[in-house]
Every structure is written in C-alpha cells, then in structure tokens.
C-alpha cells in the first residue's frame, strides 16, 4: 500500500538535545513538506522540498533542519537552538506543485522535551 | 491575521443532525483541502475543490466552493460518532499552483448518541 510513514510515534528527549524525525513516503511524490501543530494554533509549515537536494524554509524553520538526499525521504533534525520544541510534527506529501493535488499526510510524531 | 477562516470553532451535535462547517478567506482560494484528524493522528484527506460553484460528496460528507472562490462549506447528512474529529481546511492562494498551503485552526465535532 502507498503511503507516507513516520517514526516513532512517541518521542523524548532531553532538553538541549538535537533529534531526528523520520519521513518516507512510497507515492513518487515530488514535495514534501514538514508541519507543526501546536493546541489552538492549526498547522504551520516548517520546511518543505520540492526536488531532491532542494528545499526552502516555511514559516517557523529557526531550530530546524531538513535534507532531502532521496526522494522518497525528507528527515526533519529539531535541533538544541528550537526554544519550544515539545509539539505533534507532520509530514506530508504531493505529487507536484504544477497544479493542485492531493496532499497526504503521515501519522504524525509528538515530541516531548523534557 | 489569519489568512483561512474556520468557524465554528468547535460543534457538539446529537446523533442524526447535519451540520455545516465553514472555511473563509479574504483571497481566492485555488485549491481547497478538506481534511479530518482524529486527535493525535495524522490528517485524512477528505476532498479537494478548484472550480467555483464545484461540490463534491464522499459518503454522507458535501464540500462546495462557492462561486467567488473565497468560502467553501463542510456538510454532514445524518451524523454519526464516527464523524466526530477536527476538521481543518487548507488552501492554496495562487493560481495553477502553489508552493505550500495554508490552513485553517481547525473546527473540532462532537457527536453524542
């Protein structure tokens, strides 16, 4: 089945820690993007790539880093410098930016910083 | 300010109601997204509309862009516990494409049996 998988679900780490979030998605799809979602805050954009070896700060990309070395993975790096890291993290993709289509999402990883 | 609008905030129904879910913007909107999110889940894509005036159904669940392209409605015939959940929508604010969406607070459904 297609789709896009993110791990772990749950994740700790202590405060001055950089941390990895996982994303692969096994649609071909040219963009993906990273999200966070804060409690009465909606979705706001991280990063996101459009092609492999490319990709461009989104609204809220202090403390963060992202590298796309192949397609079908877009790893997301919360590093010591995010002041408020403890959130729910989604990635998503879409097949192209042409024209609309379809953005999936993943299941999300929530981060907690102790 | 926030560019997507979503009202109401949040919504408890009884079993069997329909109800509508607003999203508004001040810009036109070229591609709107629907989802719905089950809390602490990902996102479950639900429609997507382009075209003013476009509707379109997935089981008991009616989207429609309206002619102006700066409102679309969420429609639930009928509701059920299992439509309970947030329901976000997301645009693009740029014609024949866009780099990234933006996306609504979110309007969080209650159905009681």
């Known amino acids: 089945d297609g789709g896009i998988t993110q791990s772990p679900k749950y994740l700790f780490r202590k405060e001055g820690q950089n941390v990895t979030l996982s994303c692969e998605q096994n649609l071909n799809h040219d963009a993906m993007y990273w999200y966070r979602q804060d409690p009465g805050q909606g979705l706001r954009l991280i990063y996101y790539?459009?092609?492999?070896?490319?990709?461009q700060k989104g609204d809220i990309a202090e403390g963060y880093s992202v590298s796309r070395e192949k397609k079908e993975s877009f790893p997301l790096t919360v590093t010591s410098a995010q002041k408020n890291p403890t959130a729910f993290y989604l990635c998503a993709s879409m097949a192209g930016l042409a024209n609309y289509n379809e953005q999936f999402f993943g299941p999300g990883t929530r981060l907690t910083v102790l | 300010s926030q560019e997507l609008e979503q009202s109401p905030q949040s919504l408890i129904v009884q079993e069997g109601k329909n109800l509508t879910i607003n999203c508004t913007s001040s810009?036109?909107?070229?591609?709107l997204y629907w989802y719905k999110q089950k809390y602490g889940e990902g996102l479950i894509f639900l429609m997507m509309?382009?075209?003013?005036?476009e509707e379109k159904s997935h089981e008991k669940i009616t989207a429609k862009l309206d002619e102006k392209k700066q409102q679309s409605s969420l429609h639930i015939t009928a509701s059920q516990p299992s439509h309970a959940g947030i329901y976000l929508c997301?645009?693009?604010?740029?014609?024949?494409?866009?780099?990234?969406?933006?996306f609504g607070k979110g309007t969080k459904l209650t159905v009681n049996p």
């Open positions: 790539s459009q092609i492999v070896n490319d990709f």
């Open positions: 810009k036109t909107l070229y591609g």
């Open positions: 997301g645009a693009g604010l740029e014609a024949g494409g866009s780099e990234k969406l933006v």
């Open positions: 509309l382009q075209k003013g005036g």
